[in-house]
């Protein structure tokens, strides 16, 4: 079955500028690359529906689309609105916006790629889509959100509060760890399951794993690799 893209992105009425604008990146950068990594030809908002179908079609794709590609020019109210919808999924995005224009402070930390009309740089945003999207399949878990992040925290500060003074310390090393690790490391996402998704794996701990997945949260550069195994 082959994968979904969607995109989000300023569209405009009809003959507008932003129309023309919208259908330059779906016709000429986005649809030619993902349609070559094996995606169906990239959806968009823009159909003859009622606006109570169209944010629930909007919805359902944030959810569900294997891809969404945001352009994020001219600062549209409605695609941040959308972004937000699709962190909360913690599924993979990648931002497009017009050259010349920056991101909003909140999306800086996420590299967008800059696109205009001039040949050259068509070329050069269509090569960056296809690198980043060539990352999200080899990694897909390393493209999280901020939203996912904080999901983690709330079940670890949950897990504290309820959970042995044994648990309670397996907790807050692991919060440790979220707030120095760079990415969601695929590790790091098993010792969270096994002490919030599976409380009963705690008990196949070791008092030796513990201290060493204790002195590891406390590291300022940690790798995945200095991550403890645990049995699964």
Same mark, same amino acid.
């Given at each position: 079955?082959?994968?979904?893209?969607?995109?989000?992105? #300023?569209?405009?009425? $009809?003959?507008?500028?932003?129309?023309?604008?919208?259908?330059?990146?779906?016709?000429?950068?986005? /649809? $030619?690359?993902? *349609? !070559?990594?094996?995606?169906?030809?990239?959806?968009?908002?823009?159909?003859?529906?009622?606006?109570?179908?169209?944010?629930?079609?909007?919805?359902?794709?944030?959810?569900?689309?294997?891809?969404?590609?945001?352009?994020?020019?001219?600062?549209?109210?409605?695609?941040?609105? &959308?972004?937000?919808?699709?962190?909360?999924?913690?599924?993979?995005?990648?931002?497009?916006?017009?050259?010349?224009?920056? #991101?909003?402070?909140?999306?800086?930390?996420?590299?967008?790629?800059?696109? %205009? +009309?001039?040949? #050259?740089?068509?070329? /050069?945003?269509?090569? /960056?889509?296809?690198?980043?999207? &060539?990352?999200? &399949?080899?990694?897909?878990?390393?493209?999280?959100?901020?939203?996912?992040?904080?999901?983690?925290?709330? !079940?670890?500060?949950?897990?504290?509060?309820?959970?042995?003074? +044994? &648990? %309670?310390?397996?907790?807050?090393?692991?919060?440790?760890?979220?707030?120095?690790?760079?990415?969601?490391?695929?590790?790091?996402?098993?010792?969270?399951?096994?002490?919030?998704?599976? #409380?009963?794996?705690?008990? +196949?701990?070791?008092?030796?794993?513990?201290?060493?997945?204790?002195?590891?949260?406390?590291?300022?550069?940690?790798? *995945?690799?200095?991550? $403890?195994?645990?049995?699964?």
């Amino acid at each position: 079955m082959e994968k979904t893209c969607y995109i989000i992105g #300023p569209i405009g009425k $009809p003959d507008s500028d932003e129309r023309e604008w919208a259908d330059f990146v779906k016709d000429y950068i986005i /649809e $030619p690359v993902v *349609t !070559e990594c094996g995606y169906q030809a990239p959806q968009r908002s823009d159909k003859d529906q009622a606006e109570a179908l169209i944010m629930t079609g909007i919805v359902k794709q944030m959810f569900e689309a294997d891809l969404v590609i945001a352009d994020l020019t001219d600062h549209n109210p409605n695609v941040f609105y &959308e972004l937000g919808i699709r962190n909360c999924a913690h599924k993979p995005v990648i931002h497009l916006i017009k050259d010349g224009q920056s #991101p909003p402070f909140d999306l800086a930390g996420n590299r967008a790629i800059f696109v %205009s +009309r001039d040949h #050259p740089k068509v070329i /050069e945003a269509k090569a /960056e889509i296809k690198e980043r999207i &060539e990352a999200i &399949e080899k990694n897909y878990e390393q493209f999280y959100s901020h939203v996912q992040t904080y999901m983690q925290g709330k !079940e670890l500060d949950a897990l504290k509060e309820a959970g042995t003074g +044994r &648990e %309670s310390l397996i907790a807050e090393a692991l919060e440790r760890l979220l707030n120095t690790t760079a990415s969601n490391s695929d590790k790091l996402e098993r010792l969270c399951s096994a002490t919030v998704g599976t #409380p009963k794996k705690l008990r +196949r701990i070791s008092y030796a794993d513990l201290s060493k997945l204790a002195a590891a949260s406390k590291q300022s550069s940690l790798t *995945t690799t200095e991550l $403890p195994e645990i049995d699964s």
